[in-house]
T-cell receptor, first 116, second 111 residues
């Protein structure tokens, strides 16, 4: 089965704290892609990162970093020194082959609130 | 550079009415998708298309129909709207292994 689990439904932290959003996935594909999207209060979906299954290097982009571990089927997202503007719902997604077609399977999302 | 455009942005329907949501992309993408987003459930795939003239069912297709007569457009139809179809609908497009580009969403309420 192709599945993405974001066990943290809601997280609330104080500004400048570090926060990690967890993502665990299941797939039978040997080649697959993982994504993170951000949905701010305005509602649009903003692409953050794509990682393919052959690249286990961690990624850092400013205050954002991603830790991909195939051994634990996890693709976690860390925000360092969080800011109020980081408040959003964050989705982890897996692109997998379902019935012969490439599809995105989304996790349930984690609502992150950064309090000033 | 419009990207993915969804029309309308908001709509209120009465139970039993029909309507069509339009998705247009100007990136020449082969793949197009319709999702619905409900609280606590993430995005769920309704229907998708891998090219002009093709459509296929996703995870939650019941009560919806789609058409892809032109490569740039992907229409989602509700023949007889039900309150359970109250949701936010997102259209997306992509090609190859690229990330999906999403529209801004359509907020649909069925009374």
């Amino acid at each position: 089965a192709q599945k993405v689990t974001q066990a943290q439904t809601e997280i609330s932290v104080v500004e400048k704290e570090d926060v990690t959003l967890d993502c665990v996935y299941e797939t039978r594909d040997t080649t697959y892609y993982l994504f993170w999207y951000k949905q701010p209060p305005s509602g649009e979906l903003v692409f953050l990162i794509r990682r393919n299954s052959f690249d286990e290097q961690n990624e850092i982009s400013g205050r954002y970093s991603w830790n991909f571990q195939k051994s634990t089927s996890s693709f976690n997202f860390t925000i360092t020194a969080s800011q109020v503007v980081d408040s959003a719902v964050y989705f982890c997604a897996l692109r997998a082959t379902v019935a012969g077609a490439q599809k995105l399977v989304f996790g349930q999302g984690t609502r992150l609130t950064i309090n000033p | 550079n419009a990207g993915v455009t969804q029309t309308p942005k908001f709509r209120v329907l009465k139970t039993g009415q029909s309507m069509t949501l339009l998705c247009a992309q100007d990136m020449n993408h082969e793949y197009m998708y319709w999702y619905r987003q409900d609280p606590g459930m993430g995005l769920r795939l309704i229907h998708y298309s891998v090219g002009e003239g093709t459509t296929a069912k996703g995870e939650v297709p019941d009560g919806y129909n789609v058409s892809r007569l032109k490569k740039q457009n992907f229409l989602l139809g509700l023949e007889s709207a039900a309150p359970s179809q109250t949701s936010v609908y997102f259209c997306a497009s992509t090609f190859g292994n690229q990330p999906q580009h999403f529209g801004d969403g359509t907020r649909l309420s069925i009374l």
